[in-house]
């Protein structure tokens, strides 16, 4: 069964520093997500991109961050000066979004854990 | 702001029993709703979906109830099983192709 896949698994990173994140959507979707959990928290919805453009982001989605589709397989986050409160577990998404609807499955990846010293 | 929240942070189930974990939802304009359980490192995983022009569905082992007039959705779990441990997130969405807004979680301790 198709997955999304995410790279590394783990990022140690200090504060400051740029940090990308990897993520291989589900290869016949057309729309991405990042998501974000901090530790015992509930997962918050970062950017959702389609058609080579962020098409909603969220208001923890500031000039620090930004999303690329370098080819036509992966889908990156980039940090580019991470803070501590930026510590959490980074969750890439991917959906067909063929229903018309938006109710296509958002199929998540299995994160990246982020942590900033 | 809008938020979805859920009523019972921690749930512990005796093997074999059902379960059933609650949602509220205050958007009232999200016409998808859906459940997913993570296992701890895991990412979320899709359990059951509802869209709003339905009051209730069913799975394998799992219902998902939605009333729209108290804003309140449930996921019922029949014999639940020891692989059924884990986080459960409701979720609510917009129409559209809009993002997912997730819940606080569940915890579902199944006690063998």
């Known amino acids: 069964e198709p997955e999304v896949t995410q790279t590394p698994s783990h990022q140690v990173t200090q504060m400051g520093q740029e940090v990308i994140l990897r993520c291989v959507p589900i290869s016949n979707h057309l729309y991405f997500y990042w998501y974000r959990q901090i530790l015992g928290q509930k997962v918050e919805f970062l950017v959702s991109?389609?058609?080579?453009?962020?098409?909603?982001k969220s208001e923890i989605f500031d000039d620090q961050f930004s999303v690329e589709r370098p080819d036509g397989s992966n889908f990156t986050l980039k940090i580019r000066s991470t803070k501590l409160e930026d510590s959490a577990m980074y969750f890439c998404?991917?959906?067909?979004?063929?229903?018309?609807?938006?109710?296509?499955?958002?199929?998540f990846g299995p994160g990246t854990r982020l942590t900033v010293l | 702001g809008e938020s979805v929240g859920l009523h019972l942070p921690t749930l512990s189930v005796q093997e074999g029993d059902n379960s059933i974990i609650n949602c509220a939802y205050s958007?009232?304009?999200?016409?998808?709703f859906i459940w997913y359980k993570q296992e701890s490192g895991k990412g979320p995983q899709f359990i059951i979906d509802?869209?709003?022009?339905?009051d209730k569905r069913q799975g394998q082992r799992v219902t998902v109830l939605l009333n729209k007039t108290v804003k309140h959705l449930s996921l019922q779990i029949a014999a639940t099983q020891p692989g059924d441990s884990a986080v459960y997130f409701c979720a609510e969405k917009r129409p559209g192709n809009t993002p997912l807004v997730f819940g606080k979680g569940t915890r579902l301790s199944v006690i063998a």
């Open positions: 509802i869209r709003s022009n339905m």
């Open positions: 991109f389609y058609n080579n453009e962020i098409s909603e």
């Open positions: 998404a991917s959906s067909a979004g063929t229903s018309g609807r938006g109710t296509d499955t958002q199929y």
């Open positions: 958007n009232s304009a999200s016409d998808y």
